[in-house]
């Protein structure tokens, strides 16, 4: 039975009154619950003699693995006319019914997850935006070429030259994750590795070899869109296309450019390493869905396209497979980083703190922001706020003033220096009132680790009709109140749920696509598998994640799992693998803040399985204070 603890004591949580807004969110699923229960029943009546027969699983070392990311792509959006490849996929192997990305919902961080198998307080990766200053030294960093910048501001560390700045010995020293990547595992190992496509996540997989120069094409192959290695992969990539915003169609050349490079330089390097015996990895990452929806919004045509795009780099990817007589020996695991919503209304915290008088101004280091579209890292200046108590007062104004606003999701703290939090609350508060701590959202305390994570909400029942397409009206929320601005999203084709709150710039708009919050529609993304070391037409109903993937690969490749790492191997899809008998459990953990005679309640919803927490969904409800929730 799933539990909840209020002010020290516990309740149970099955038999609360269900609140109307989650009674219509119910009747809406009821159809796809029934369906998704009877194909249960199926897959257990079927499935249950397999699974008791079946024994551990002895992965060859000459096996490849090939991880093939679709950015931003939801479940919903896989069907038998937009993606017939990938659809045919899933169900000749495995479908991951319950499948979930990391919090925060965002890019590197995922990316960090599926190449090491840690979150984002493990690997060292938190967002997209980071700033680094509390965790470097300025004086010694303001002498790396390219990086005085992090010493003042967030930088996008979706480029791979900051990444190699970042990992060499003016900064981390080759410690930039936490954890040994998967690509750097398999090169240990004497093998090959591969990794192509989008710049930022690739560089994860293998770094050390990329700023190394690679060694030889013989056991390593990198090209992303900013950097190459080595020489001749160099070489390729000033044959690029471009690629620019303006220009949608131009994101899908460079995303069929670059499966042209897995079909015709990796694949083939991968095979003659597996007929020497040696493990073999090919991670190749595309922009598409994520690029076109973020620009033109979820459904609209452009969007519908790059699903259209994406699947025939697929089956392009298997029909190369097949002419180099290798599809028997390669696991193709297809997976997303993380889902998506439509922009409901954009917001620019930094300066709705300066107009509240919290921050001093939008170029002030007392308060930084670091705006990462669904969700912000904030960081307090320790010169500027010199002790902790000034640190904590700075702290609860901000929480009251953003859990107080329609547009906030669940806020997570940073645990103090003393490490003392308030006396008999539930380990999963944080140290400030209406937060959750922050390793509850995987981020643990570290010198990156940020004072105050805020997600913004999601709605994750609620279509995008009337904010997608150029002629409805578009808001945004600073320093001068909400303004309206021009829509710069695409005409809506096929209405589409989820709608969240952002502060990404004004680069993004009502209607436009976003995604880094803990709503349900950016936490659960696509993952399907098929290949010698998996199932056949099974769908896997327990619980996985990103981080599972990467234990996976570990297992497939017979790779060493690190100890901080989070995953498991999903062994109830594995061939010869075995289920877990552990049963799941609905788990839900919530705060309470009294603000101005009301309350804010906010849930962070969770499945527990195998002694993991799996971060499903999140709710945030503003009612009269002691009402009952």
């Not at 996540?201 to 013989?218: N, R």
């Amino acid at each position: 039975m799933c539990r909840r603890e209020r002010h020290g004591q516990s309740e149970d949580w099955t038999a609360r009154i269900v609140p109307a807004q989650r009674e219509s969110r119910m009747k809406k699923k009821r159809p796809q619950l029934i369906a998704r229960a009877a194909l249960m029943i199926v897959t257990a009546t079927f499935g249950v003699g397999l699974r008791c027969r079946a024994g551990a699983a002895t992965p060859s070392k000459s096996r490849i693995v090939l991880l093939m990311v679709w950015d931003g792509l939801r479940p919903d959006l896989v069907n038998e006319q937009d993606t017939p490849n990938l659809y045919a996929l899933e169900n000749r192997g495995v479908r991951f019914e319950h499948h979930h990305a990391i919090f925060p919902t965002v890019t590197m961080v995922n990316a960090a997850a599926l190449a090491t198998g840690g979150e984002a307080g493990t690997s060292g990766i938190l967002g997209d935006m980071m700033y680094f200053a509390p965790a470097l030294e300025a004086d010694k960093i303001q002498s790396v070429p390219g990086l005085a910048q992090a010493t003042d501001e967030p930088i996008d560390i979706e480029n791979s030259h900051y990444l190699a700045a970042l990992d060499g010995s003016g900064a981390f020293n080759g410690r930039l994750l936490s954890l040994d990547a998967i690509g750097t595992q398999v090169q240990r190992a004497g093998g090959y590795a591969a990794a192509i496509g989008k710049r930022g996540p690739t560089f994860l997989f293998d770094g050390q070899a990329v700023e190394g120069g690679g060694g030889s094409a013989a056991n390593y192959f990198f090209v992303a869109d900013d950097m190459a290695a080595p020489s001749d992969a160099a070489a390729a990539l000033a044959t690029a296309p471009p690629m620019n915003r303006g220009d949608l169609s131009s994101v899908g050349a460079r995303d069929a450019w670059f499966a042209q490079l897995v079909t015709e330089r990796a694949l083939p390097a991968a095979k003659r390493a597996a007929a020497e015996g040696r493990p073999a990895l090919v991670v190749f990452w595309q922009h598409n869905p994520d690029l076109i929806q973020h620009v033109a919004g979820l459904g609209t045509a452009p969007a519908i396209d790059a699903l259209h795009q994406s699947d025939a780099n697929l089956g392009r990817i298997e029909s190369a497979l097949s002419a180099l007589g290798i599809a028997d020996a390669t696991d193709l695991i297809v997976v997303s980083d993380h889902g998506f919503a439509t922009i409901r209304l954009e917001i620019s915290l930094g300066d709705l703190l300066v107009a509240a008088g919290i921050k001093k101004s939008a170029q002030s280091t007392d308060v930084v922001v670091a705006s990462n579209g669904g969700y912000d890292l904030l960081y307090l200046s320790r010169q500027s706020l010199a002790s902790e108590e000034a640190r904590r007062l700075a702290l609860v104004r901000i929480t009251d003033f953003a859990a107080a606003q329609e547009w906030c999701g669940p806020i997570f703290s940073k645990a103090p220096s003393t490490g003392v939090k308030r006396a008999g609350m539930p380990d999963y508060l944080g140290w400030i009132p209406g937060t959750f701590a922050e390793d509850v959202g995987g981020i643990r305390d570290s010198p990156r680790a940020p004072d105050l994570v805020v997600s913004f909400r999601e709605l994750p029942e609620t279509d995008n009709r009337g904010l997608t397409g150029p002629e409805n009206p578009a808001f945004a929320l600073g320093a001068h109140g909400q303004e309206a601005v021009r829509n710069l999203s695409y005409q809506l084709i096929r209405p589409t749920e989820g709608l969240v709150y952002s502060d990404a710039g004004s680069r993004f708009t009502t209607g436009m696509g976003m995604h880094g919050a803990a709503g349900l529609r950016e936490i659960h993304n696509f993952c399907a598998a098929e290949g010698p070391g998996f199932r056949r037409g099974f769908t896997d109903a327990d619980p996985t994640s990103n981080v599972d993937v990467a234990a996976t690969i570990r297992e497939l490749l017979h790779l060493q799992h690190p100890a901080d790492a989070s995953g498991r191997v999903m062994s109830e899809a594995l061939a010869n693998g075995t289920a877990s008998t552990a049963p799941a459990h609905q788990i839900t953990m919530t705060t309470y803040l009294p603000l101005q005679g009301g309350e804010v309640v906010t849930e962070l919803r969770f499945t527990r399985f195998d002694g993991r927490d799996y971060l499903d969904d999140s709710d945030v409800t503003h009612a009269a204070l002691g009402s009952a929730p």
